[in-house]
Every structure is written in C-alpha cells, then in structure tokens.
C-alpha cells in the first residue's frame, strides 16, 4: 500500500518531518530509513553532502519516497540541517544522525510531548546505544573545573561511583541522569 504521502506503509502523521544529513555513511544510512518503516512522518529528507560510497544511488534505489538532495561539496552538518529544515512544510522538525535506528513509537511520543507542552521548543528523546546502555545526552553549562573532569578519567571514576554507591545523587548529576522522566536541561 502506498499513502498519500509516498511511502509505502500507509497514512503518516502529518505534523513531523524526519531530516538526516549524510556524508559516506551508506550501510548506517539504508538501516536509518529502513527503521522509519511503519512510523513515517508527512516529509522524510535525506541531505547528501557530496557522498563517494553509493549513498545517492541506495537512496533512489530502495527508498523512493524519501525526498533526496545531494549537494555538488559537502557543506558540512549545520548548513545541511539548514538547507532541509527550510524545505520543510511539517510542524515539528526530527533532526537525526545517519547512524540512528528510530524506535517504533519514538515520532508519536515526541509530536504528543509537544502537543501537550506548547512552551517547548526543543525536544530531545532518550538515547540508548546498540546494546541498550544509555547514550547521555545533556550536560551542565561547562565551567572550567568541568571542563577538566569530563575530559579525564576522573569523570568517568566519578560517575561510576555515583551510578553504584549514591542513588539520591544520581539524578541531580547529569551525567548518571538516567533520562527516564521529561527534565528541563541546561
């Protein structure tokens, strides 16, 4: 069944585009959009940034209902995330790496948070690794004392120790949050 949206898994939801910028990343990009599937959203983009592996042609190839543009130089991720996001009719924007396997129900639980929370301008889910591990993704402000730890095994010592022997810390220290509720990040 193809919807009216061109992709082939019936009636997407029409409030969210999916963006993924692209240099080189060709197997990661085709398990990408192979993830998408039965979630699809009204727009899915995929910036090429002057790719040399197959990435153009896999796109064409296998996913015809993903809306390609491939620039002639790699302009690098911002100004491609640029580029897409103005070409973009949807309400929400999701914004993903060509290394990311979207989650069934990730899209429908993003659109309701900020269904439900119109205050908000930027969303971002929890992100886990491969192996199911927690991937952090928010940080305090950097100060230089910050700076120091996060880039030294004392941080990593630091965080394992709070992760196992002081659970009430645990969710004040961002980095051993276990993003498992909505928080407001620096």
């Known amino acids: 069944m193809i919807s009216a949206t061109g992709h082939p898994y019936g009636t997407a939801d029409k409030s969210i585009a ?29 910036v090429d940034n002057d790719s040399s592996d197959g990435s153009v042609e896999m796109v064409k190839s296998q996913y015809p209902w993903v809306s390609l543009h491939g620039n002639r130089t790699n302009l690098g991720y911002g100004a491609a ?11 929400y924007v999701v914004l993903l790496n060509s290394d990311t396997l979207l989650q069934t129900g990730a899209l429908t639980a993003l659109g309701r948070y900020l269904d439900e929370h119109p205050q908000a301008s930027i969303v971002g889910p929890r992100l886990v690794n491969a ?25 990593v010592f630091l965080g394992r120790l709070i992760r196992r022997y002081v659970p009430g810390i645990r969710r004040l220290y961002w980095r051993t949050w276990p993003h498992d509720s909505a928080a407001i990040v620096p």
């Open 131 to 155: 192996d199911g591990t927690l991937q952090a993704s928010c940080y305090a402000f950097p100060k230089p004392l910050d700076t120091f730890l996060e880039n030294s095994s004392v941080a």
């Open 81 to 91: 995330a640029n580029q897409a996001i103005a070409g973009c009719s949807a309400q």
């Open 18 to 46: 999916i963006i993924i910028i692209n240099y080189n990343t060709c197997r990661e990009l085709q398990a990408c959009l192979g993830s998408i599937g039965p979630e699809a959203a009204s727009q899915v983009i995929v």
